[in-house]
C-alpha cells in the first residue's frame, strides 16, 4: 500500500525536484544526457557513459568514472543511503562507506547548500520510483574501458 504523503512532505520533496533541476544534477546522472540523448526511463537511473577524469590527450586510457544510479533501487543506485547519508555526501563528497568522490561530482560547489535545500533534494531522492540500472565500474587512468565516454574540463598535469 502506497502511504499517503503529508503536505509539508509533498511540498518538501517540490523544492528538492526543482532544485535537482536547476542544479542540473540529470546533465550528469541520466542516461543518455551526456551524449544529448536524455532517456526519460532512466531519469537520474545513473550515466553508461563515462566521464574522463585525467587528461585523454596526454593519455590513450584516461581514467573514467560513471554518475552512479540515484534512484532508490537497493542493489543498482541508492536505496541503502539514508537521507543524512545523501545531505552529508552533497556537501562533503563522503559517501557511507567514508570514500570522498571525485570533484567530476561537483560536491565542492554544493558545500554551502543549506539544511533544508540539501535535506529537500534527499527527500526528493528518496521518493523516486526505484529503477534498476547498473552503470559500468569506474575505470582509473591506464585502464581501458568498453563503455562509451565524453571528456570536459581542465586537467591537472602532473
Ligand atoms: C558534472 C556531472 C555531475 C553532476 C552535475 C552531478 N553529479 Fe553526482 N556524481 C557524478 C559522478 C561522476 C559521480 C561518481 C564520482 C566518483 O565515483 O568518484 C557522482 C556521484 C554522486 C553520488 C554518489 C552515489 C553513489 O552511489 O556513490 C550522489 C548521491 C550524487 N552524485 C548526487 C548528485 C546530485 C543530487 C546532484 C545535483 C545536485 C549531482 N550529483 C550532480 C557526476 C555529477
Known amino acids: 500500500m502506497v502511504q499517503a504523503l503529508s503536505p509539508k512532505a509533498e511540498a518538501e520533496i517540490r523544492q528538492g525536484r526543482y532544485l535537482v533541476q536547476l542544479l542540473g544534477c540529470g546533465t550528469c546522472h541520466t542516461d543518455g544526457a551526456l551524449t544529448g540523448q536524455p532517456r526519460s526511463d532512466r531519469l537520474l537511473a545513473g550515466s553508461s557513459v563515462g566521464i574522463a577524469y585525467s587528461n585523454p590527450l596526454l593519455e590513450e586510457n584516461p581514467g573514467v568514472v560513471f554518475p552512479p544510479n540515484l534512484t532508490p533501487d537497493q542493489d543498482t543506485g541508492i536505496g541503502r543511503w539514508s537521507e543524512e547519508d545523501i545531505v552529508r555526501f552533497l556537501r562533503s563528497g ?33 521518493n523516486l520510483a526505484p529503477v534498476r540500472h547498473r552503470v559500468p565500474a569506474n575505470v582509473g587512468p591506464g585502464w581501458a574501458t568498453s563503455a562509451e565516454f565524453v571528456y570536459f574540463g581542465v586537467y591537472r598535469s602532473q
Open 94 to 126: 563522503m559517501d557511507p562507506v567514508a570514500r570522498r568522490h571525485l570533484p567530476v561530482m561537483p560536491w565542492p560547489a554544493y558545500a554551502s547548500l543549506s539544511d533544508e535545500d540539501a535535506s529537500a533534494i534527499a527527500s526528493y531522492l528518496k
